[in-house]
């Protein structure tokens, strides 16, 4: 009889947890998932080849994971803040070491399973350690000097690691989504103008620094028709292909770009300008929307919960991926330099898919849990 008893009220709490799921955000997610394998499969030139194949595994194996995460309860989320941190970074010290070399960038380390990109993981796992760092925090001490050098340190000692890689791009990204949890958290905006006024004074030396291939980056940016054959032939050929998408796009399969080869590498960073060619303003429009979709439920979730850590994650989830897809699109297009930000579950990667799933997972975690609190 008490086994019974036992094992039916399990059985409740696990239904308990399913109602509790988002099923908009959940809907938003599959909905994405299925477009990208759609564009996916369009770079293959319409067959299922590699990238197909590959993305749709891995879209299927994270979105399980996803599903897993959510009934872990947020408390131990919070437990491992601090932890999973200092995971990443020993990974990143080890893809340093011992990683793999691609394109001349050492980004990834092979796990024997897969190749990862521990970069990708930081940009939600310092979200995770410094949500935590914050959460017992008294608002006096929040601005005080101690908590904002500590919360630098957290920040710089993970850019500088990808910086060596060299990856500037992603460094950026990690140290966005770390001020996002600083800004949430309440640190005092003067802060925030001052960093700001000095990165624009001090922009010049910064950019004495950088490598060849990287101020090259900067000079195709303001005139890509200096160089339309080498450097500015990426962001060219993306231009033209959104722009001749028109209203409604050229039809699905029916892109110059996949089936003549004009853009390189358009499964990854450069998904959305295939996208755009094929489907038009109107596509692009819905697909904006979708993720408009999935940052409110995201904020919402992060509203309804108890928990300050909770609020804190999933609002800072939220703002980075706003930044990822707007850096993205605003790459694409010839709006911001090239600095290799992939738009969240669209572009194929394993490493960016597999961060965005644990993101997604833990807000999940943080609605299915939303009344526990963390002492």
Same mark, same amino acid.
Request: proline share 3%; hydrophobic share 50%; charged share 10%.
């Given at each position: 009889?008490y086994?019974?008893?036992r094992?039916?009220?399990?059985?409740?709490?696990?239904?308990?947890?399913?109602?509790n799921?988002?099923?908009?955000?959940?809907?938003?997610?599959?909905?994405?998932?299925?477009?990208?394998?759609a564009?996916?499969?369009?770079?293959?030139?319409?067959?299922?080849?590699?990238?197909?194949?590959?993305?749709?595994?891995?879209?299927?194996?994270?979105?399980?994971?996803?599903?897993?995460?959510?009934?872990?309860?947020?408390?131990?989320?919070?437990?491992?803040?601090?932890?999973?941190?200092?995971?990443? *970074?020993?990974?990143?010290?080890?893809t340093y070491?011992?990683?793999?070399?691609?394109?001349?960038?050492?980004?990834?380390?092979?796990?024997?399973?897969?190749?990862?990109?521990?970069?990708?993981?930081?940009?939600?796992?310092?979200?995770?350690?410094?949500?935590?760092?914050f959460?017992?925090?008294?608002?006096?001490?929040?601005?005080?000097?101690y908590?904002?050098?500590?919360?630098?340190?957290? *920040?710089?000692l993970?850019?500088?690691?990808?910086?060596?890689?060299?990856?500037?791009?992603?460094?950026?990204l990690?140290?966005?989504s770390?001020?996002?949890?600083?800004?949430?958290?309440?640190?005092n905006?003067?802060y925030f103008?001052?960093?700001?006024?000095?990165?624009?004074?001090?922009?010049?030396?910064?950019?004495?620094?950088?490598?060849?291939?990287?101020?090259?980056?900067?000079?195709?940016?303001?005139?890509?028709?200096?160089?339309?054959?080498?450097?500015?032939?990426?962001i060219?050929?993306?231009?033209?292909?959104?722009?001749?998408?028109?209203?409604?796009?050229?039809?699905f399969?029916?892109?110059?770009?996949?089936?003549?080869e004009?853009?390189?590498?358009?499964?990854?960073?450069f998904?959305?300008?295939?996208?755009?060619?094929?489907?038009?303003?109107?596509?692009?429009?819905?697909?904006?929307l979708?993720?408009?979709?999935?940052?409110?439920?995201?904020?919402?979730?992060?509203?309804?919960c108890?928990?300050y850590?909770?609020?804190?994650?999933?609002?800072?989830?939220?703002?980075?991926?706003?930044?990822?897809i707007?850096?993205?699109?605003?790459?694409?297009?010839g709006?911001?330099?090239?600095?290799?930000?992939?738009?969240?579950?669209?572009?194929?990667?394993?490493?960016s898919?597999?961060?965005t799933?644990?993101?997604?997972?833990?807000?999940?975690?943080?609605?299915?849990?939303?009344?526990?609190?963390?002492?």
């Amino acid at each position: 009889m008490y086994q019974h008893t036992r094992l039916t009220t399990n059985r409740f709490t696990f239904f308990q947890k399913f109602r509790n799921f988002d099923y908009i955000l959940l809907f938003c997610i599959l909905l994405l998932g299925f477009i990208s394998l759609a564009t996916m499969y369009s770079t293959d030139g319409g067959e299922v080849l590699f990238h197909t194949r590959s993305h749709f595994t891995k879209f299927v194996v994270f979105i399980l994971m996803m599903l897993i995460i959510s009934f872990i309860n947020i408390k131990y989320w919070f437990a491992l803040g601090y932890l999973s941190y200092l995971v990443i *970074i020993g990974l990143l010290i080890g893809t340093y070491l011992f990683g793999i070399t691609s394109s001349g960038s050492q980004r990834w380390i092979n796990l024997y399973f897969i190749n990862l990109q521990p970069s990708e993981l930081m940009k939600v796992f310092i979200i995770l350690c410094l949500a935590k760092y914050f959460h017992r925090m008294k608002i006096e001490n929040v601005n005080s000097i101690y908590t904002i050098l500590t919360s630098l340190i957290i *920040i710089i000692l993970p850019m500088g690691l990808v910086i060596v890689q060299p990856d500037l791009g992603t460094s950026v990204l990690i140290a966005i989504s770390g001020i996002a949890v600083l800004w949430f958290a309440g640190v005092n905006h003067k802060y925030f103008i001052y960093t700001l006024l000095g990165f624009v004074i001090s922009l010049p030396f910064i950019i004495a620094f950088l490598k060849p291939y990287q101020k090259l980056r900067v000079l195709t940016f303001l005139n890509p028709d200096r160089d339309p054959l080498g450097a500015g032939y990426q962001i060219i050929q993306s231009k033209i292909a959104v722009g001749s998408g028109g209203l409604f796009g050229k039809g699905f399969l029916k892109g110059t770009q996949s089936y003549l080869e004009f853009l390189p590498e358009k499964h990854t960073d450069f998904i959305f300008t295939l996208f755009s060619e094929e489907f038009g303003f109107v596509g692009s429009v819905i697909l904006l929307l979708i993720y408009a979709v999935i940052i409110y439920r995201i904020v919402a979730i992060g509203t309804s919960c108890r928990s300050y850590f909770a609020k804190i994650f999933c609002y800072s989830f939220g703002a980075a991926i706003f930044v990822f897809i707007t850096i993205n699109m605003s790459m694409v297009l010839g709006l911001l330099p090239i600095v290799g930000s992939p738009l969240p579950i669209m572009s194929y990667g394993g490493s960016s898919m597999l961060a965005t799933m644990i993101g997604f997972g833990i807000v999940m975690s943080a609605r299915v849990h939303n009344q526990q609190l963390i002492a």
